[in-house]
């Protein structure tokens, strides 16, 4: 029986062959371990030398510092440990890749099994709507049609038939008609499908763009904190002092530069903006992939399913007497059929009435309501033609008027049938215009009395037909004749017209590219599909195209002439997996920050290769989304825009916390080592070090972190991929900061002295805390005053302002803390010099960034500029 593949194999023989090749399934990934997530949340830099310096401190005896740092360490830990699991543990719900159970034939009998015991060898039946569970030969096939798009990005089904060819069947493509069986020649891994999922698990992810900026500062900031210290150590022993005083003092100067709270306010910001991107139907399985994509460069998108809405649409008809204008898209017959802006029905047209029906009669697919929504069961040209006539209000025909048949196949590429109608047979053809031509001699007239088709008429035919197919248009042509036999040839045929269709872009797509274009971000189209259609729907959805390139072209071109095409409006048709590999290299090499977007098998290992990878969530294969660093839940291709400009507010945020946390530090280091170097006490305790960068800074550079985007974000050029993010003019901003705060801190401390240490101490310890708490609004924008921004549109920044002012009143007035803080009370007096003293850092800053604006607009708008940073200065 094992020999004979009508009766299938024995279930004996199966068995033997499933522990022989293993269950059809992909070889999937061994989960990572909670223990190695929760470890490699301590593994940077930062994160390392605070560690070191809570070893330090405790072999000093410096007990509360080394608890206090670590508090901050095991927190950021925990809270990038919760994201990571939590966003795996989402990915996986979203398995859902392979259909459950195949029809097979074991024993002579049908039968439903799982598709993890499919083998070699097995007989598979597969109708309309099956998935195909492992790579097939065909043995029988009627009318298969098969989409394969989620393999090669072709949107248009592929005809499948004995002995032309197209007899391989291929796991994860759908049946779209027909009936078919097949013997399996290989399952899981070993399957095309499989090959390609290996591909994508041997790249290398790479750090992401933030992590290597993250890196590059760690290993600046440790630099520059360890010269300091040593500076600091070699100057106090010159001149005298104790070493151990001068070591301890070193240890607190190099605390003092290190940002303590700058990991945990990190990782604290990209949790709340991966959950920010997941109430806009994005999922973030990298918590540094957004503020990636907010720095890209160039978008590489698949067509099928991403641009478009993966459903065929009639967007045109043509007959020889009347021309006309479908609306709507997809399945949904809410559109209408238009002549010279006028809707027409069938009932009221017989020529379109005509064309109608022969499409109908042509035709097995089925559109039904359920549940609210538009279901189409059947090939995705037929399921456009009976919407077509939805539209047109045309009526079903009776599926039990069809005498005859002969289906479409690749060599003739047409379709015809035999219909009883009232006046008798009528055989009815569709299919390509040339072929369907082919069999006409005559046309039909606005009349309905046919004329000759000569010569001249076929011309003109023909140059309509090309005019449409040259605006990505696929073309159907239609034509009837009565006959008396229905078996007839296909021969003297009146020719009624054609409709031309296209997998329509998504309505939200011209936007979102437009969008991009003014920030800077180009869009390139990397599909599987023939150039014209690329070429068309790139133009449909506002691309700027020079050429379309196909998969053939590619091969021929070296890297160098490669990197020239990617200079102009270039994309890219007929891709296999390679090129687009091939693609993202290139862009990468040229300088480019590159994100890939796709949904198939066959997007993966560019999806990995690419700075960060954009998977389909719904129609997504399990190997996209692995492959994958974001996940869009409604596979919407707007959505990335809102992802685009959330990465850019993360990246503006962190810029913004880094700058604030380095200030705030650099006023301490400033006091501290001028002090060392006057000989007086210390100006500071490592308490109270520790109290300002890891209590009050922390605090109010996380809700400085929840800002919100600038008003012309998505107006700005992408950050450059080399970009520090504590570049030149951050470091100025933290220079003068630094000296203003450091200075002014000085002073206070030595013209308080006289009253005592503990009372100078206090002041200079309070005043520190003040300065920092209010210079966090000149950082909220380096380049918009707060009246443009919004003085009130931050309110978790107020509410930590508020919070960490009344936290450091009680270091001074509650005897815990008091005692903690080696803190005594200030008088009213003192702290109304404090606060006089804050004044310059949130004045000048604001006229700064006014008047830097007032000179970028013309002089007549310069006054009420200046007016109103005036007023939101002093008044608000």
Same mark, same amino acid.
């Not at 997007?603 to 719904?618: E, F, K, N, S, V």
């Given at each position: 029986?094992?020999?004979?593949?009508?009766?299938?194999?024995?279930?004996?023989?199966?068995?033997?062959?499933?522990?022989?090749?293993?269950?059809?399934?992909?070889?999937?990934?061994?989960?990572?371990?909670?223990?190695?997530?929760?470890?490699?949340?301590?593994?940077?830099?930062?994160?390392?030398?605070?560690?070191?310096?809570?070893?330090?401190?405790?072999?000093?005896?410096?007990?509360?510092?080394?608890?206090?740092?670590?508090?901050?360490?095991?927190?950021?830990?925990?809270?990038?440990?919760?994201?990571?699991?939590?966003?795996?543990?989402?990915?996986?719900?979203?398995?859902?890749?392979?259909?459950?159970?195949?029809?097979?034939?074991?024993?002579?009998?049908?039968?439903?099994?799982?598709?993890?015991?499919?083998?070699?060898?097995?007989?598979?039946?597969?109708?309309?709507?099956?998935?195909?569970?492992?790579?097939?030969?065909?043995?029988?096939?009627?009318?298969?049609?098969?989409?394969?798009?989620?393999?090669?990005?072709?949107?248009?089904?592929?005809?499948?038939?004995?002995?032309?060819?197209?007899?391989?069947?291929?796991?994860?493509?759908?049946?779209?008609?027909?009936?078919?069986?097949?013997?399996?020649?290989?399952?899981?891994?070993?399957?095309?499908?499989?090959?390609?999922?290996?591909?994508?698990?041997?790249?290398?992810?790479?750090?992401?763009?933030?992590?290597?900026?993250?890196?590059?500062?760690?290993?600046?900031?440790?630099?520059?904190?360890?010269?300091?210290?040593?500076?600091?150590?070699?100057?106090?022993?010159?001149?005298?002092?104790?070493?151990?005083?001068?070591?301890?003092?070193?240890?607190?100067?190099?605390?003092?530069?290190?940002?303590?709270?700058?990991?945990?306010?990190?990782?604290?910001?990209?949790?709340?903006?991966?959950?920010?991107?997941?109430?806009?139907?994005?999922?973030?399985?990298?918590?540094?992939?957004?503020?990636?994509?907010?720095?890209?460069?160039?978008?590489?998108?698949?067509?099928?399913?991403?641009?478009?809405?993966?459903?065929?649409?009639?967007?045109?008809?043509?007959?020889?007497?009347?021309?006309?204008?479908?609306?709507?898209?997809?399945?949904?017959?809410?559109?209408?059929?238009?002549?010279?802006?006028?809707?027409?029905?069938?009932?009221?047209?017989?020529?379109?009435?005509?064309?109608?029906?022969?499409?109908?009669?042509?035709?097995?697919?089925?559109?039904?309501?359920?549940?609210?929504?538009?279901?189409?069961?059947?090939?995705?040209? #037929?399921?456009? $033609?009976?919407? +077509?006539? @939805?539209? =047109?209000?045309?009526?079903? %025909?009776?599926?039990?008027? &069809?005498? *005859?048949?002969?289906?479409?196949?690749?060599?003739?590429?047409?379709?015809?049938?035999?219909?009883?109608?009232?006046?008798?047979?009528?055989?009815?053809?569709?299919?390509?215009?040339?072929?369907?031509?082919?069999?006409?001699?005559?046309?039909?007239?606005?009349?309905?009395?046919?004329?000759?088709?000569?010569?001249?008429?076929?011309?003109?035919?023909?140059?309509?037909?090309?005019?449409?197919?040259?605006?990505?248009?696929?073309?159907?042509?239609?034509?009837?004749?009565?006959?008396?036999?229905?078996?007839?040839? #296909?021969?003297? $045929?009146?020719? +009624?017209? @054609?409709? =031309?269709?296209?997998?329509? %872009?998504?309505?939200?797509? &011209?936007? *979102?590219?437009?969008?991009?274009?003014?920030?800077?971000?180009?869009?390139?189209?990397?599909?599987?599909?023939?150039?014209?259609?690329?070429?068309?729907?790139?133009?449909?959805?506002?691309?700027?195209?020079?050429?379309?390139?196909?998969?053939?072209?590619?091969?021929?071109?070296?890297?160098?002439?490669?990197?020239?095409?990617?200079?102009?409006?270039?994309?890219?048709?007929?891709?296999?997996?390679?090129?687009?590999?091939?693609?993202?290299?290139?862009?990468?090499?040229?300088?480019?920050?590159?994100?890939?977007?796709?949904?198939?098998?066959?997007?993966?290992?560019?999806?990995?290769?690419?700075?960060?990878?954009?998977?389909?969530?719904?129609?997504?294969?399990?190997?996209?989304?692995?492959?994958?660093?974001?996940?869009?839940?409604?596979?919407?291709?707007?959505?990335?825009?809102?992802?685009?400009?959330?990465?850019?507010?993360?990246?503006?945020?962190?810029?913004?916390?880094?700058?604030?946390?380095?200030?705030?530090?650099?006023?301490?280091?400033?006091?501290?080592?001028?002090?060392?170097?006057?000989?007086?006490?210390?100006?500071?305790?490592?308490?109270?070090?520790?109290?300002?960068?890891?209590?009050?800074?922390?605090?109010?550079?996380?809700?400085?972190?929840?800002?919100?985007?600038?008003?012309?974000?998505?107006?700005?050029?992408?950050?450059?991929?080399?970009?520090?993010?504590?570049?030149?003019?951050?470091?100025?901003?933290?220079?003068?900061?630094?000296?203003?705060?450091?200075?002014?801190?000085?002073?206070?401390?030595?013209?308080?002295?006289?009253?005592?240490?503990?009372?100078?101490?206090?002041?200079?310890?309070?005043?520190?805390?003040?300065?920092?708490?209010?210079?966090?609004?000149?950082?909220?924008?380096?380049?918009?005053?707060?009246?443009?921004?919004?003085?009130?549109?931050?309110?978790?920044?107020?509410?930590?302002?508020?919070?960490?002012?009344?936290?450091?009143?009680?270091?001074?007035?509650?005897?815990?803390?008091?005692?903690?803080?080696?803190?005594?009370?200030?008088?009213?007096?003192?702290?109304?010099?404090?606060?006089?003293?804050?004044?310059?850092?949130?004045?000048?800053?604001?006229?700064?960034?006014?008047?830097?604006?007032?000179?970028?607009?013309?002089?007549?708008?310069?006054?009420?500029?200046?007016?109103?940073?005036?007023?939101?200065?002093?008044?608000?």
């Amino acid at each position: 029986m094992t020999g004979d593949t009508r009766y299938g194999l024995t279930t004996q023989e199966a068995a033997r062959r499933l522990q022989e090749v293993g269950p059809n399934q992909l070889a999937e990934q061994k989960p990572t371990s909670r223990w190695t997530i929760l470890f490699r949340q301590f593994t940077s830099l930062l994160i390392l030398m605070l560690i070191a310096a809570a070893a330090i401190a405790a072999v000093l005896g410096e007990t509360v510092d080394a608890i206090a740092i670590m508090l901050v360490v095991v927190l950021n830990g925990i809270l990038g440990f919760v994201q990571e699991w939590r966003t795996e543990t989402a990915l996986s719900a979203l398995r859902s890749m392979l259909a459950s159970e195949a029809r097979v034939v074991r024993d002579g009998a049908q039968a439903m099994i799982d598709t993890r015991q499919i083998v070699p060898g097995d007989l598979v039946i597969l109708e309309g709507g099956d998935k195909v569970p492992a790579d097939m030969t065909l043995t029988t096939g009627m009318r298969l049609k098969v989409d394969e798009s989620i393999l090669t990005g072709e949107s248009v089904p592929v005809d499948k038939a004995l002995g032309d060819g197209t007899t391989r069947l291929f796991m994860g493509s759908n049946v779209v008609a027909g009936r078919a069986e097949g013997v399996v020649q290989a399952t899981g891994s070993n399957t095309e499908f499989g090959n390609i999922a290996e591909l994508t698990a041997s790249i290398d992810e790479g750090e992401t763009h933030l992590q290597e900026q993250l890196g590059r500062l760690a290993r600046l900031l440790g630099v520059i904190a360890i010269g300091l210290a040593g500076m600091v150590l070699a100057a106090g022993l010159m001149v005298g002092r104790p070493w151990q005083e001068m070591f301890l003092t070193s240890i607190a100067l190099a605390v003092a530069m290190v940002p303590e709270g700058l990991p945990a306010v990190v990782t604290i910001t990209l949790a709340l903006g991966a959950s920010a991107m997941l109430q806009r139907r994005s999922l973030v399985r990298r918590l540094q992939a957004v503020e990636t994509l907010g720095a890209a460069t160039v978008i590489c998108t698949d067509k099928t399913g991403t641009l478009t809405e993966n459903a065929m649409t009639v967007t045109r008809v043509w007959t020889p007497s009347q021309d006309y204008e479908v609306s709507g898209t997809g399945y949904d017959p809410a559109g209408h059929i238009a002549t010279h802006g006028k809707r027409v029905r069938a009932a009221d047209d017989a020529r379109l009435a005509e064309l109608i029906d022969v499409g109908l009669s042509c035709n097995h697919a089925e559109l039904s309501r359920v549940d609210d929504m538009w279901r189409m069961v059947g090939d995705p040209t #037929e399921g456009a $033609l009976v919407t +077509l006539a @939805f539209k =047109g209000g045309a009526p079903l %025909p009776d599926t039990a008027d &069809r005498v *005859a048949e002969i289906p479409f196949d690749a060599d003739r590429k047409r379709m015809s049938v035999v219909m009883q109608r009232d006046e008798g047979l009528v055989q009815m053809v569709k299919g390509a215009p040339e072929t369907v031509l082919d069999v006409c001699d005559r046309v039909q007239g606005a009349d309905g009395v046919p004329r000759a088709l000569s010569s001249d008429v076929r011309a003109e035919i023909e140059q309509v037909a090309a005019d449409m197919a040259s605006n990505g248009r696929r073309l159907l042509g239609f034509a009837k004749r009565a006959v008396t036999d229905p078996q007839a040839e #296909e021969a003297g $045929l009146i020719f +009624l017209g @054609f409709v =031309g269709m296209i997998d329509p %872009p998504r309505p939200e797509v &011209r936007q *979102a590219v437009g969008l991009c274009r003014s920030a800077g971000i180009r869009v390139m189209m990397i599909t599987g599909d023939a150039a014209p259609t690329a070429g068309a729907i790139a133009r449909e959805i506002g691309l700027e195209v020079d050429t379309v390139l196909t998969g053939a072209d590619l091969d021929t071109l070296s890297d160098e002439d490669l990197e020239i095409k990617l200079d102009g409006n270039t994309h890219f048709a007929r891709t296999t997996p390679a090129h687009k590999m091939r693609l993202v290299d290139a862009l990468q090499r040229r300088g480019n920050l590159v994100a890939m977007t796709g949904d198939g098998v066959n997007d993966a290992p560019a999806l990995r290769q690419a700075d960060i990878g954009i998977a389909m969530g719904q129609r997504g294969t399990d190997v996209a989304k692995d492959a994958s660093d974001l996940v869009l839940l409604d596979d919407n291709f707007a959505t990335i825009v809102g992802a685009v400009e959330e990465g850019r507010r993360q990246f503006a945020n962190i810029q913004r916390f880094v700058r604030y946390l380095l200030s705030s530090n650099a006023g301490e280091v400033v006091a501290i080592v001028i002090n060392l170097f006057l000989g007086g006490p210390l100006i500071f305790l490592a308490t109270q070090i520790l109290w300002m960068n890891l209590v009050t800074d922390g605090v109010t550079a996380v809700a400085l972190g929840m800002e919100k985007a600038a008003p012309d974000v998505m107006a700005q050029p992408p950050v450059p991929k080399d970009h520090p993010i504590l570049d030149a003019t951050g470091l100025m901003m933290i220079i003068c900061f630094g000296l203003y705060t450091g200075s002014v801190s000085l002073w206070l401390f030595y013209s308080h002295l006289h009253e005592g240490v503990d009372l100078a101490r206090t002041m200079v310890f309070t005043g520190m805390v003040l300065f920092e708490k209010v210079s966090v609004f000149a950082f909220r924008s380096f380049r918009l005053p707060l009246f443009r921004i919004g003085f009130f549109s931050n309110r978790p920044l107020l509410i930590a302002f508020a919070a960490m002012i009344g936290v450091q009143m009680a270091a001074i007035y509650w005897p815990p803390l008091q005692s903690l803080l080696h803190t005594v009370p200030l008088s009213m007096a003192q702290m109304g010099l404090l606060a006089l003293l804050t004044l310059p850092l949130l004045v000048v800053p604001e006229l700064l960034k006014a008047a830097r604006g007032a000179r970028a607009q013309g002089p007549s708008q310069r006054e009420t500029i200046l007016s109103m940073a005036c007023r939101t200065v002093f008044w608000r």
